[in-house]
């Protein structure tokens, strides 16, 4: 019963953020670019989306992909549909990459791909696209020297998160 309602969930979540990005596109070419940023970024504070960065910076690293879709499969799809809109974004240049590139949230990017690459790669089993968009975002952040060494302060400032609550 409680994977039913976690699946019913995630199709929903899931519904929900293909019915924001395709009215965004639809409407995309009256939006700025900043608007869009802003609207990323007022998406970004979602208490989801939260609660799921925050399971995924807890996570050890390689973490059994098969495992994560058991215990947090509805939390990690929530992340992956985020940043791979996010990708789709930067990849039809309605998202400046700049933006990515030159600022934290491209750290931030890199290290959640890496704690989500086993569960990814499980998911790609059966769907060899799954989080396509997220993948060729991380691949385009490395080669543009991104490098996840910075992320020392970013830790810290995740551990002090999970000690106020």
Do not use: W
């Not at 390689?62 to 549909?81: C, F, P, R, S, T």
Request: aromatic share 8%.
């Amino acid at each position: 019963m409680d994977t039913t309602l976690a699946i019913i969930s995630v199709i929903a979540t899931a519904t929900g953020a293909l019915v924001a990005l395709t009215s965004a596109l639809i409407i995309l070419p009256r939006r700025s670019r900043i608007d869009i940023v802003k609207s990323l970024y007022e998406m970004d504070k979602e208490p989801a989306l939260i609660e799921a960065r925050r399971i995924v910076h807890g996570l050890p690293d390689a973490y059994d992909g098969e495992e994560m879709q058991k215990k947090h499969g509805y939390d990690l799809a929530v992340l992956i549909i985020s940043y791979e809109m996010v990708g789709y974004l930067v990849k039809k240049r309605h998202l400046p990459f700049s933006i990515l590139s030159k600022t934290q949230a491209g750290i931030s990017i890199l290290k959640l791909y890496r704690k989500l690459t086993p569960y990814i790669e499980y998911r790609q089993k059966s769907n060899k696209n799954y989080a396509i968009y997220f993948s060729r975002l991380v691949k385009k952040l490395s080669n543009a020297g991104v490098v996840e060494a910075a992320t020392d302060l970013q830790d810290n400032a995740h551990n002090l998160e999970g000690q106020q609550e």
